[in-house]
C-alpha cells in the first residue's frame, strides 16, 4: 500500500513550457485534490476531482488543467509555465461519504517546481 | 474563506504547553488538524465534527465550538518531535468537502 505518490519530485521549467504533475493513489479513495504551497500563504487548492469523470475548480485554477479517467490516478497539467507558478505542489486524496467523517487527507510528498 | 489562525509563530521549551487557535467566518461541518515538517507533506492528526466533540492524540488534543466557528489545538508537556507547522482545514459544506480550506498555519519550534 504506497498511499499517495506523486512525481517528479523536483522540476525545473522555462517560463512558456507544459508539464504534467503525476499524482497516484491506490486506497480507492474517490477524492482527490491538488494543492500549492507558498511561503505564509498556507495550502490553496487548485483543483479537486470527486470522482472519476468529474473535476471541479478550487481558489486558484488559473493556468492549470486536470481530469481523472480513472479513481486512481489525478494528473495536473500546466498550461504554459510562468514564474508565478513556482511553488510546492501536493496531491492529497481522501474518503467519500460517511467514512469522511473518521478520516482526513493522505498527502503525496510533494513536487518542487521551479520556473525560470 | 480561508481559516485563520493565531498565532502565526511560537516557540517552546520542552515541557511547556501551546495552544493554537483556528477561525472561520463560515459555518462549519468539521476541522481537521494536520502537522508539517519542514521538507515533509503534511500528516494528518484529527478530525473534529460538529458537536463540541474534543479529541485527544496522545499529549496533542484538540476542541471545536460550532456556535463560534472556532477550533483550538492543545499540545501539552511539549517534545522537540512536536516542532512543525500545524494548519487547521475547515468544512463548511454538509458532504462532499468542496469547501474544504486550510488556514496559513502557525510554526511551532520547540527548543531544549
Known amino acids: 500500500n504506497a498511499g499517495v505518490t506523486q512525481t517528479p519530485k523536483f522540476q525545473v521549467l522555462k517560463t512558456g513550457q507544459s508539464m504534467t504533475l503525476q499524482c497516484a493513489q491506490d486506497?480507492?479513495?474517490?477524492?482527490m485534490s491538488w494543492y500549492r504551497q507558498d511561503p505564509g500563504m498556507g495550502l490553496r487548492l487548485i483543483h479537486y476531482s470527486v470522482g472519476a469523470g468529474i473535476t471541479d475548480q478550487g481558489e486558484v485554477p488559473n493556468g492549470y488543467n486536470v481530469s481523472r479517467s480513472t479513481t486512481e490516478d489525478f494528473p495536473l497539467r500546466l498550461l504554459s509555465a510562468a514564474p508565478s507558478q513556482t511553488s510546492v505542489y501536493f496531491c492529497?486524496?481522501?474518503?467519500?461519504?460517511?467514512?469522511?467523517?473518521?478520516?482526513?487527507?493522505?498527502f503525496g510528498s510533494g513536487t518542487r517546481l521551479t520556473v525560470v | 474563506q480561508q481559516p485563520v489562525q493565531s498565532p502565526q509563530a511560537v516557540i517552546l521549551r520542552e515541557g511547556e504547553d501551546a495552544v493554537i487557535n483556528c477561525s472561520s467566518s463560515?459555518?462549519?461541518?468539521?476541522v481537521h488538524w494536520y502537522r508539517q515538517k519542514h521538507g515533509e507533506a503534511p500528516v494528518f492528526l484529527m478530525i473534529?465534527?460538529?458537536?463540541?466533540e474534543q479529541k485527544g492524540h496522545e499529549k496533542i488534543s484538540a476542541s471545536f465550538n460550532e456556535k463560534k466557528q472556532q477550533s483550538s489545538l492543545y499540545l501539552t508537556a511539549s517534545q522537540l518531535s512536536y516542532s512543525g507547522t500545524y494548519f487547521c482545514g475547515t468544512d463548511a459544506s454538509s458532504n462532499t468537502g468542496n469547501q474544504f480550506y486550510f488556514g496559513t498555519g502557525t510554526s511551532l519550534t520547540v527548543i531544549p
Open positions: 486506497m480507492n479513495h474517490e477524492y
Open positions: 473534529l465534527l460538529k458537536g463540541g
Open positions: 463560515k459555518a462549519l461541518y468539521s
Open positions: 492529497a486524496s481522501r474518503v467519500q461519504g460517511g467514512l469522511s467523517n473518521s478520516y482526513g487527507y493522505t
